[in-house]
């Protein structure tokens, strides 16, 4: 990590919360269930993630991305952030996409025949969205028992991640 790297201004971004960039950020997120999804632009200098914490908004089974409550749920905020890029002309192509979370954090989820756990249901619903939208993931780092800690550099779309061990994860937000 250079020196300009290490003056990034930090945000923390928490559940059911998304930033786009236009200028270099340094975004730090937790996450075990819940979903982050990164989308970049190198052409045009953009960035955006979201911290998804449940699958499918529950108000309209056809969300086109609008609903008030739209970055707590995977399958609006994906919808959003691809509206920001729209908005600034970006092409599906240029758009590069990462992955990261859908942990099975809950035990009684996992052991349970013919139930799919929530971190679980948050991928499966961030590849059909992404699909329908005409991207796909560059990256991708989910599922497994462990929570994440992810740090997305806006300004080169570089992601780190640390899998956090089971006393880490007791902080964690999920």
């Known amino acids: 990590m250079n020196r300009y790297e290490r003056d990034l201004p930090q945000i923390y971004l928490k559940p059911g919360e998304m930033h786009f960039a ?3 950020t340094l975004v730090v997120t937790v996450l075990g269930s819940c979903l982050s999804i990164t989308m970049f632009s190198r052409k ?6 979201c911290h998804g914490l449940l699958p499918q908004c529950g108000g309209d089974k056809n969300c086109n991305g609008e609903c008030a ?8 905020a994906i919808r959003k952030m691809v ?18 979370g859908g942990a099975d954090m ?3 989820e996992i052991q349970r025949p013919g139930v799919v756990s929530v971190g679980r249901q948050n991928v499966l619903t961030a ?7 005409g991207l796909s993931m560059n990256v991708v780092d989910v599922g497994g028992l462990q929570g994440r800690k992810i ?5 080169s779309g570089e992601v780190y991640l640390k899998r956090l061990k089971k006393s880490e994860r007791k902080d964690a937000s999920l």
């Open 106 to 108: 809950f035990m009684r």
């Open 69 to 76: 409550e739209g970055f707590k749920y995977v399958d609006c």
């Open 151 to 155: 740090l997305f550099y806006t300004h």
């Open 44 to 49: 045009r200098g953009l960035a955006a993630i």
């Open 83 to 100: 509206r920001l890029f729209d908005k600034h002309k970006v092409k599906r192509s240029e758009i590069e996409v990462k992955c990261f």
């Open 22 to 24: 236009d200028s270099p």
């Open 127 to 133: 590849e059909r969205i992404l699909k329908s939208e």
